[in-house]
């Protein structure tokens, strides 16, 4: 019976992290991906390592009508609501372009960078260097979940 009580309890707690993050970022979700499929790479993004800097950072990408990705950081990350990222679609998963670095002292540079999407297109790397250094990266999905089902849920 302890164990069961303990599986509802976890159970109960993911729901209900998962209700507050998507309460959170629901106005966003709507502005930007309102009953749209989406690419590879569009939605919301947690960071989950970084081989300088801190984890945590929610980011977006999103598609522009120049066919570009924009990333954009919504939450926990150095630098909120500027656009951080800018890549061009090379295949489902691999995207290029190029990214800021930002300095403690809010200076930054842009430099080239590259993401490779998981197969299964719920994680992401992400490498760029500059200034003699090569910055990594490693992101997991958090909106849509399941990519693949929101695009087919569209298409009924």
């Known amino acids: 019976m302890k164990i069961i009580t303990k599986i509802i309890i976890i159970a109960f707690n993911l729901f209900y992290i998962t209700s507050l993050f998507s309460f959170e970022f629901e106005d966003v979700i709507k502005k930007t991906f309102s009953n749209k499929k989406l690419d590879s790479i569009e939605g919301l993004w947690q960071k989950t390592y970084a081989n300088q800097g801190s984890t945590g950072c929610i980011t977006m990408f999103y598609k522009t009508k120049e066919n570009l990705f924009n990333q954009i950081h919504i939450d926990s990350c150095f630098v909120i609501d500027k656009v951080t990222g800018r890549q061009r679609k090379i ?63 569209l298409e009924n």
């Open 91 to 153: 295949n489902e998963n691999y995207y290029e372009g190029e990214n800021a670095i930002y300095f403690y002292d809010r200076n930054s540079t842009w430099s080239p960078s590259n993401i490779k999407i998981s197969k299964n297109l719920n994680t992401f790397s992400i490498t760029h260097e500059g200034q003699g250094n090569t910055f990594t990266e490693q992101w997991k999905r958090v909106w849509p979940e399941d990519l693949i089902r929101h695009n087919q849920n």
